[in-house]
Every structure is written in structure tokens, then in C-alpha cells.
């Protein structure tokens, strides 16, 4: 059992995170994860492309470690996996359905808002193996793309927006989902940032049945639903969790209240894995809309 100040001083240890760097955890490490950066772009993408490739490879070194690795999923079991850092978030890349198995990142009160603008292109991501997703393969898909990572959660550097525009950070999304319901949960976080300091926050999509719609010729699955996993530790640790399903999201989000217990047990994704077992399994067990 944890006493008082032992938890105190894990409670300040998790909340300092801006002083830790990037590391590769050793235990329960499968081989199939390697840590990358966005580097060169392909010869075949237009002058406009490489330029956007060639500005978002440029995060100055320490910027991404300069984040945190406490909020990062464990390792998963049994899915292909490649963790890619980037300057705002740190993704679980799935080689078999070109999608991030996760995308995870800390929203702070200062980040819910700045002056860098919403970018209307998206690129392909050389850091990731052939074939990947490209934006041919959304073109007349009928599917949307969605931000695993928000745009809106970016404004505040330019670089962390350019590669929130990542193929590697989006799936394909029904488009009501995306400007509805979807867009109402991202808005709500920034919310609660301001309100609360600080928010950790995980999400990805959702596959539930064996065979999966794919679109493009590089075959890009379309999630039959997503997840998003919010904790804060102000005033005291408290979480939620929304799954929606990937269709006209009409209902309230409300409908959608998940624990994270619930979302792990439908993924297969354990968050948060460092924190005290004493409050991950409080926090993680229990979900009301009306604590946030």
C-alpha cells in the first residue's frame, strides 16, 4: 500500500513530465517497436508536398522528448506496432490496417488554442512502410478524414498542426461523425483543459468485425467505431472514456460514456499503465459526464 508521501511524490513525479525524455521501455518491449522521425518525403510528391514533408521533419532535438512517455499505452500484444514520436503526440502505427492503433497526447490549457490555422492538405507518411495511406486513397471514398490527434488541439505551433495533418494521424470517418459528435468530444476536451490544467488523452479506432470496408488501392481499413480516453489529476484523478460508432453519430454524447475499463476490455489497450495501481484502478473502474 502506497502512504501519503510516497503518493505525493508519485503524484508530483507523473505531473512533472516536461523534464523526462523519450525512452524505450525496457520491459514487455516486443521487437516489432522501433522509435522514428519524419524524414525525407518520397521523389514522387510534388514540389508543394516535399516543402510541407521537408517543414515538419524539422522539430529541433529534444522538442518531442521534451513531452512525456507516462501517458503512452503498454506495449500491445498480438498487433503490429510502431511507435512514432512527433512534436505533439506520440502514435501506435498498425502496418496491416494503416492506421494508428493509437494516437496519445497531454492537452494543456495553453495549447487549446493559437494563431496557426487549420491546413487543408494531407500527405503520406515516409516515416511508416509501403503501402501506406495516401490521399488518393481517400479521394471519392465517401469517407472523411478524421483526426486521431484534433487540429483544434494544435493551433499553437505550427509544425505540431502540419503533422496533425499526417495520413498516419487519421482515419477514414463518416463525415456527420466528424463534424458532429467527434468534433463536439474534441471540443469538450479543450474545454476541460481550460477548466482543469491539463489532460491526458488517447484515442483510436475501433475494429470489431473480421473482415473490415478498406478504400484505395492501398487498402486502408474504415473502423467500425472509435475511442477516446480523457484523464485529468486536478483537483483529484478522474477519467472518461467515449466510444462512438463510425456511422452518422447523431445520438448525445452522453449515450457514449464509456469506463476505461470498458474501452480496454473492447481493445485490448492497457492506459496508463504507470500510474499507481491504486489510482489506475479507481480511475479506470468508474465514468460520470457530470464529474467533468
Not at 516543402?51 to 529534444?62: A, D, H, I, L
Not at 493551433?155 to 463536439?184: F, Y
Not at 467515449?242 to 474501452?263: A, C, H, L, S
Request: net charge neutral.
Amino acid at each position: 500500500m502506497i502512504s501519503r508521501a510516497g503518493y505525493i511524490i508519485v503524484l508530483i513525479s507523473f505531473l512533472s513530465l516536461t523534464t523526462l525524455t523519450v525512452s524505450c521501455r525496457q520491459h514487455r518491449t516486443p521487437k516489432s517497436i522501433t522509435f522514428k522521425r519524419v524524414s525525407k518525403s518520397d521523389d514522387n510528391l510534388s514540389d508543394k508536398e516535399k516543402n510541407f514533408t521537408r517543414e515538419t521533419s524539422q522539430v529541433k532535438k529534444g522538442s518531442t522528448e521534451s513531452l512525456f512517455t507516462q501517458y503512452i499505452p503498454a506495449p500491445l500484444s498480438g498487433f503490429p506496432e510502431q511507435i512514432i514520436c512527433r512534436k505533439a503526440y506520440f502514435s501506435s502505427y498498425n502496418k496491416d490496417t494503416k492506421l494508428p492503433n493509437w494516437v496519445a497526447w497531454r492537452l494543456t490549457s495553453e495549447h487549446t488554442d493559437g494563431v496557426y490555422k487549420r491546413i487543408n492538405i494531407y500527405l503520406e507518411d515516409s516515416n511508416v512502410p509501403t503501402p501506406r495511406a495516401t490521399e488518393d486513397d481517400y479521394q471519392s471514398s465517401g469517407w472523411s478524414h478524421g483526426h486521431m490527434c484534433p487540429a483544434g488541439d494544435n493551433k499553437w505551433d505550427e509544425i505540431a498542426m502540419r503533422e496533425s495533418n499526417l495520413l498516419t494521424n487519421i482515419c477514414p470517418q463518416h463525415a456527420s461523425l466528424n463534424s458532429g459528435l467527434w468534433n463536439v468530444i474534441e471540443r469538450k476536451c479543450r474545454k476541460w483543459a481550460q477548466e482543469y490544467g491539463d489532460l491526458f488523452i488517447v484515442c483510436g479506432p475501433i475494429l470489431l468485425n473480421k473482415e473490415h470496408e478498406t478504400i484505395g488501392k492501398n487498402k486502408v481499413v474504415v473502423p467500425e467505431a472509435f475511442f477516446k480516453v480523457i484523464l485529468r489529476l486536478n483537483p483529484q484523478p478522474t477519467a472518461i472514456a467515449f466510444v462512438v460508432r463510425n456511422n452518422e453519430g447523431k445520438k448525445k454524447k452522453d449515450q457514449y460514456v464509456n469506463t476505461i475499463d470498458d474501452v480496454e476490455r473492447i481493445t485490448g489497450i492497457d492506459f496508463f499503465p504507470t500510474l499507481p495501481d491504486s489510482i489506475e484502478n479507481e480511475v479506470e473502474a468508474y465514468a460520470n459526464l457530470d464529474d467533468w
